[in-house]
């Protein structure tokens, strides 16, 4: 293992010092890649540290307990041996998890896309649910966001809403909420009290910078129209929404959400590169699930992973089997729970892959 970390502590210091060339910070694609690795290695280079301080003291200690010279000398370094073996297995664990390769896209921001499934009305209902759980939840998290396009439902909610999350490792924690959300529960509509089962999908997209995915202007189809929704007297009269078609692909990209059409056509080409790249990403994640079945896949969208059940408080996580009974907790974006069982067994799985390393 110590000999893994030296090799990590070499490039650490290696990219510590490529930061601060001029030629890398002129070069914007290579100084993000960089700067996502600097922060990456960071974490696990001071990992790295405490544990070569703790195999030091653990060698001290064996060797003045040998010499047995000094009694108090000898007494201080058996607590010394003691706290440090104890430390050991926990810190040795940490360190394994964190080298285990991180996927390149967890970095990134994401756009997240909610789309009204089966059950009418409701349906719309629940996907502003949704909606609304994870803004709070990025809300509680530092993240921020921002809606590029909406259409509302007839009776609440929306058919469908995207928007952008931008934070630290926005990717690698919401990816795997990608797939069919299921809810149990008495609708507004309903008036004789039955229990009705409607579904809203999530797709988290990673965010592509435009270095990522090459679009070439003659393959896009710009049209401009006007805005629907609230926003005052523009909607309707300026033609400031913009609509986005990807003719190669067939992709469709828009946004009306702000009222200068510059800025619309930036968000829409964000929706679209994200789209772009999202499609050859989802080839990779065909491409690796032929090597491996993982559990908490994040590359099948028509997956039913979760459950709201309203009449029993019960959210129910099919990939992992995980029960929280904490509804109103969780629908006000209290979701970490969830999250974070789901990252480990996927962690797992890769550890499971790489302790041939170890």
């Known amino acids: 293992?110590?000999?893994?970390?030296?090799?990590?502590?070499?490039?650490?210091?290696e990219i510590s010092d490529l930061i601060i060339q001029p030629d890398v910070i002129s070069d914007q694609k290579r100084y993000v890649q960089l700067n996502q690795e600097y922060k990456s290695l960071k974490?696990?280079?001071?990992?790295?540290?405490?544990?070569?301080?703790?195999?030091?003291?653990?060698?001290?200690?064996?060797?003045?307990?040998?010499?047995?010279?000094?009694?108090?000398?000898?007494?201080?370094?058996?607590?010394?041996?003691?706290?440090?073996?104890?430390?050991?297995?926990?810190?040795?664990?940490?360190?394994?998890?964190?080298?285990?390769?991180?996927d390149a896209e967890d970095a990134k921001n994401v756009m997240v896309e909610i789309r009204a499934g089966t059950g009418g009305d409701e349906a719309s209902i629940f996907a502003g649910d949704l909606f609304r759980m994870y803004t709070k939840y990025c809300e509680n998290r530092g993240w921020r966001t921002s809606v590029v396009d909406m259409n509302e439902g007839t009776s609440g909610?929306?058919?469908?809403?995207?928007?952008?999350?931008?934070?630290?490792?926005?990717?690698?924690?919401?990816?795997f909420e990608a797939g069919v959300h299921r809810v149990?529960?008495?609708?507004?509509t309903e008036t004789q009290g039955r229990v009705h089962t409607s579904a809203a999908t999530v797709m988290v997209l990673p965010e592509a910078e435009e270095f990522d995915v090459q679009i070439d202007m003659n393959d896009v189809r710009v049209d401009f129209f006007c805005s629907s929704g609230p926003g005052g007297q523009s909607v309707n009269t300026t033609k400031s929404a913009v609509r986005l078609t990807h003719i190669p692909t067939g992709l469709v990209a828009q946004c009306q959400d702000q009222k200068s059409q510059h800025k619309n056509k930036d968000k829409a080409f964000g929706v679209l590169r994200s789209r772009l790249y999202e499609q050859e990403l989802a080839k990779k994640q065909a491409e690796d699930a032929v090597k491996r079945?993982?559990?908490?896949?994040?590359?099948?969208?028509?997956?039913?992973i979760r459950t709201y059940n309203y009449s029993q408080g019960r959210v129910t996580d099919h990939r992992v089997g995980m029960d929280v009974f904490d509804m109103d907790g969780v629908m006000n974006g209290k979701i970490q729970k969830l999250i974070d069982e789901l990252q480990l067994v996927n962690n797992m799985e890769k550890l499971k892959e790489a302790s041939e390393v170890f």
């Open 1 to 13: 293992m110590l000999d893994r970390l030296q090799i990590v502590k070499q490039r650490f210091d």
């Open 43 to 102: 974490a696990l280079a001071e990992k790295r540290d405490e544990y070569v301080v703790l195999m030091a003291n653990i060698d001290e200690a064996n060797e003045i307990i040998a010499d047995n010279s000094d009694a108090d000398m000898t007494e201080m370094a058996k607590m010394q041996l003691d706290e440090a073996k104890d430390r050991l297995p926990t810190l040795e664990e940490e360190i394994k998890f964190m080298l285990i390769p991180k």
């Open 157 to 175: 909610g929306f058919k469908e809403v995207i928007f952008e999350v931008t934070g630290e490792d926005v990717y690698g924690t919401l990816k």
């Open 184 to 188: 149990q529960r008495v609708p507004q």
């Open 293 to 304: 079945t993982s559990q908490v896949s994040s590359g099948d969208r028509s997956a039913k």
